[in-house]
């Protein structure tokens, strides 16, 4: 059973390192949509 | 031979599918527009309330011409020969030509069109069929069991134990099993929370109960993909179809049958279904999730639909030329009705999986549990495999350690 509790901890794991990951790479939709400055072009 | 209880249920899933069939949308007949000089009549406005199918391009069509234009010094010149119906239709159809300051990809899509379409599809036979379809898997695995009851070894259990699957092939199942539970249960969330789990916890309850389960979805489909691969990786080679397939298959697997052992390798026919739909159902929801996770960043439907049309599948299927000309959120909304359709197979297959692994089999789930069966169990799944474990294990012996 050790290796199925280990898989879960992985997923928990997997899931923050992700959202943080791709958040610190830029990888983000409000990123990516969004600026801090607005063209009036 | 299957007996009869089991036709009786085959016909019983089918008519439960067969159920809901609802009325689909007629196409309203051809309407005469004369009398109102090409403009919506009575008849356009019945038609729509009857949710008849029309063909609106007379409308959207019908957002002014340049060469028809006034010039300057008619009533109309200082609008350019174009009415305000008309520069409103064009807003309505997405065709008028304008700049906006916001510089996300979608963000010049005034009004889309299609979402109405893919909003009434989500609320209605994808939530339908989708769930009567969860609700019959569930209702046919209960009543397999009352006919069938737990599949028990034939001949006593030994004691002696085989390892099946070492730790690394476990680890690798249950993060993609795991992640596949959570990913289904907060996709229903998503799908059905609006309709069950307002009226229970109220709104502001289930408002950061969505939030946390889109979130879970969006970050532990990372999870899923790696254990996809890892899968994919460990037992492709052990699930090449092989002629002992075949006669797996012509007696149900001996899961209608007490006493009835087909041969069968480390994977029997029936796990290399399965083993193959979750490589072809992951794969597919893996690439529409990705899609879905980066918005219009990644759109995949106009490419699809055109490598499709190249080759005249949709033609052949009576489907037409597939559009290849999408809006941003028209990809986004195909690539989302295509995720859920997917899961809902998926879900469907995974649930026939799981009960046979746990309650369905006694000694299936020590499989994936502590990696090791019974010896008697193995001969009776998976006799041939159980012989080649033996054969490699006498080798070993007969060779001895190096020294």
Known sequence: MKSMYLAFLAIAVVAVVAYFGLGYAGFSAQDAGSSPSVRLN | MIPRPFFLMILAMLALFCAPVGVLAQDAPAIDRSATGGASTLDDILARQTKQKLDDS?????IGDPILAAPETDPLGSLGGISQSEDWRALRYNKADITV???SPAADVLMQDG???WLAFRAGPLSTYGGWALIGTLGLLVLFYLIRGRIRTDGPLTGRKVLRFPSIERFAHWLLGGSFILLGLTGLFQLFGRHFIIPLVGHDAFAPLAIGGKWVHNNVAWAFMIGLIMV????VSHNIPNK????????????FSKGVHP??????????????AVIILGLSISVSGVSLLFPFELPMFA???DVLNSIGLPQVLGFGVLPTDLAPHEDMQLAQTWHSIIAFVFIVIILAHIYLGSVGMQGAFDAMGSGEVDEQWAKEHHGLWLEEVKAKASNAKQVGPAE
């Open chain 2, 263 to 276: 041969p069968a390798k480390k994977f029997n026919a029936g796990q290399k279904i399965i083993f193959w």
């Open chain 2, 303 to 305: 490419a699809t639909f």
């Open chain 2, 101 to 103: 300051s916001a510089r």
């Open chain 2, 58 to 62: 007379y409308r959207s069509t019908d």
């Open chain 2, 244 to 255: 002992h397939d075949l006669k797996w298959l012509a007696v149900g697997g001996g899961l």
């Open chain 2, 232 to 235: 994919t990786v460990l037992w």
């Open chain 2, 115 to 117: 979402g109405m379409a």
